[in-house]
């Protein structure tokens, strides 16, 4: 439940890293464990009696006295923790919803609705739990199926977000353009490190600003770097390479990617070198002698049928379909 919170906090509020403030979610975490120290600290004798005794009866495990408090108190105040964060989380989703622009809601629909979904999942757990504490020990349940199901439905959300990354990453606002990022001497037109309020003078109520500095950050030295010094054409560039360029954390630069431009950092590069392609088809003279495969290296693709690939993906087009379209076909002979 504190993950699950961290994590709508962190893509609601683009906080990627764990901050002082959150140290809180640990409380229960420790609670916990000093109410197991007389276990920990029971004799390995002993230990072994009471496991040999569950393993000869399992049904003894909701009478089995751990700690300090008695046995399945921890489990309802696991309960009332529970509850707290998946509060905490429909408070953070319905105030998302209710501040953010209409532009914003919309781009991000698919995210929001998972955010739904999944605290609905934790609701499913939490009543799970509820039914676990209280029948249990009374033996009107099968702990074994309801901890099955509990389960699945953990594995259920980690495998969404495996198999949806985007849904990782956070809300979807991109900064319209670098110059709109960068003053008139070329530093950011925002200079507060950390923005996440802002107070609108009509309804004077806190509103929440969805681009924080570090977006703009990160983009005036990733569009820089790539503006002035053309990373993307080398084959082999990778994300720490632009961790080391930019000076950037390498988990900062994929989220950021992410979330700024939709794309993977590999489709990110890959845009850039078709971009490169289309800009130098006329202005590169000594192209028209080059092969498609010599141009392929050219714009930093490892081979000519990764370029087709990528090229026909992000423009729905083969090269030759593209300089057929825009009249270049017969200036580059070769490349047909």
Same mark, same amino acid.
Not at 20 to 42: A, C, D, G, K, T
Not at 84 to 98: A, E, G, P, S, V
């Given at each position: 439940?504190?993950?699950?919170?961290?994590?709508?906090?962190?893509?609601?509020?683009?906080?990627?890293?764990?901050?002082?403030?959150?140290?809180?979610?640990?409380?229960?975490?420790?609670?916990?464990?000093?109410?197991?120290?007389?276990?920990?600290?029971?004799?390995?004798?002993?230990?072994?009696?009471?496991?040999?005794?569950?393993?000869?009866?399992?049904?003894?495990?909701?009478?089995?006295?751990?700690?300090?408090?008695?046995?399945?108190?921890?489990?309802?105040?696991?309960?009332?923790?529970?509850?707290?964060?998946?509060?905490?989380?429909?408070?953070?989703?319905?105030?998302?919803?209710?501040?953010?622009?209409?532009?914003?809601?919309?781009?991000?629909?698919?995210?929001?609705?998972?955010?739904?979904?999944?605290?609905?999942?934790?609701?499913?757990?939490?009543?799970?739990?509820?039914?676990?504490?209280?029948?249990? *020990?009374?033996? /009107?349940?099968?702990? @074994?199926?309801?901890? $099955?199901? &509990?389960?699945?439905? =953990?594995?259920?959300?980690? #495998?969404?977000?495996?198999?949806?990354?985007?849904?990782?990453?956070?809300?979807?606002?991109?900064?319209?353009?670098?110059?709109?990022?960068?003053?008139?001497?070329?530093?950011?037109?925002?200079?507060?490190?950390?923005?996440?309020?802002?107070?609108?003078?009509?309804?004077?109520?806190?509103?929440?600003?969805?681009?924080?500095?570090?977006?703009?950050?990160?983009?005036?030295?990733?569009?820089?770097?790539?503006?002035?010094?053309? *990373?993307?054409? /080398?084959?082999?560039? @990778?994300?720490?390479? $632009?961790? &080391?360029?930019?000076? =950037?954390?390498?988990?900062? #630069?994929?989220?950021?990617?992410?979330?700024?431009?939709?794309?993977?950092?590999?489709?990110?590069?890959?845009?850039?070198?078709?971009?490169?392609?289309?800009?130098?088809?006329?202005?590169?003279?000594?192209?028209?002698?080059?092969?498609?495969?010599?141009?392929?290296?050219?714009?930093?693709?490892?081979?000519?049928?990764?370029?087709?690939?990528?090229?026909?993906?992000?423009?729905?087009?083969?090269?030759?379909?593209?300089?057929?379209?825009?009249?270049?076909?017969?200036?580059?002979?070769?490349?047909?």
């Amino acid at each position: 439940m504190p993950l699950a919170y961290l994590y709508v906090k962190s893509v609601l509020l683009s906080e990627l890293r764990f901050k002082r403030e959150n140290l809180w979610v640990l409380s229960f975490p420790i609670l916990y464990y000093i109410n197991l120290l007389p276990y920990y600290l029971m004799p390995v004798a002993k230990k072994k009696a009471h496991l040999i005794e569950l393993y000869k009866d399992i049904s003894k495990l909701s009478k089995f006295d751990e700690g300090i408090f008695p046995p399945y108190v921890f489990v309802f105040f696991w309960l009332a923790w529970a509850v707290l964060f998946i509060t905490l989380n429909y408070r953070l989703i319905n105030r998302f919803k209710k501040h953010a622009p209409a532009q914003t809601l919309t781009d991000n629909e698919d995210l929001i609705s998972w955010l739904q979904i999944m605290n609905g999942l934790l609701v499913g757990i939490a009543v799970s739990a509820l039914i676990v504490a209280v029948f249990a *020990p009374l033996k /009107k349940v099968n702990v @074994s199926v309801v901890d $099955l199901s &509990l389960g699945i439905t =953990i594995g259920g959300i980690c #495998l969404q977000l495996f198999m949806r990354p985007k849904l990782l990453y956070g809300i979807f606002q991109p900064v319209n353009s670098l110059e709109s990022a960068i003053g008139t001497i070329g530093e950011p037109k925002i200079t507060a490190e950390n923005i996440i309020y802002t107070r609108a003078e009509d309804t004077q109520t806190e509103k929440l600003l969805f681009i924080r500095f570090d977006n703009y950050n990160c983009k005036i030295k990733i569009e820089t770097l790539f503006i002035n010094q053309l *990373p993307f054409l /080398k084959a082999d560039y @990778s994300l720490d390479q $632009l961790m &080391l360029d930019t000076n =950037i954390p390498r988990h900062i #630069l994929s989220a950021f990617i992410n979330r700024e431009y939709r794309l993977g950092f590999r489709e990110f590069l890959n845009s850039h070198r078709i971009d490169y392609f289309k800009k130098n088809l006329v202005d590169n003279i000594r192209w028209k002698d080059l092969t498609l495969e010599a141009i392929a290296s050219e714009c930093g693709f490892a081979s000519r049928s990764t370029f087709i690939n990528n090229f026909k993906s992000i423009t729905g087009q083969t090269p030759s379909e593209y300089l057929k379209e825009n009249s270049l076909q017969s200036y580059f002979s070769q490349v047909v």
